[in-house]
């Protein structure tokens, strides 16, 4: 299982972390990744890194803002999430599977996902 945290309402250029514990399973043996969904529009990938974390993939609106990470040995993972915008609202999901790629439209993505968290809202006010 995964579990997001971190979640909250903060002014327009603030920051957050969001974490994602896993438990049952080992953060190490997989790609992991933070997607999100705003309302009334489709999940899409924030970001994503490979399993020996080699690589990572960004969207394009959080580059320069978001950071992925993962402690192995606290099995968490984490986004980093710096000088927030009122469009990165939404609900943030982590995930895991095999493959950590970038998908069309340059939507980051894991292929063969295994599990999903229950997501954190985060609301960023204007």
Do not use: H
């Not at 250029?13 to 997989?30: E, F, K, P, Q, V």
């Not at 995930?95 to 970038?102: E, L």
């Amino acid at each position: 299982q995964l579990a997001e945290s971190g979640g909250m309402l903060v002014q327009s250029g603030g920051s957050l972390r969001l974490s994602c514990a896993a438990s049952g399973l080992t953060l190490a043996d997989y790609a992991i990744g933070w997607f999100r969904q705003a309302p009334g529009k489709e999940r899409e990938g924030v970001s994503c890194v490979s399993r020996d974390d080699a690589s990572t993939y960004y969207r394009d609106s959080v580059k320069g803002r978001f950071t992925i990470s993962r402690d192995n040995a606290k099995n968490t993972m984490y986004l980093q999430m710096d000088s927030l915008r009122s469009e990165d609202t939404g609900v943030y999901f982590c995930a895991v599977g095999t493959i950590a790629t970038m998908g069309p439209g340059n939507n980051p993505m894991i292929r063969d996902l295994k599990v999903w968290g229950l997501g954190t809202q985060v609301t960023v006010s204007s």
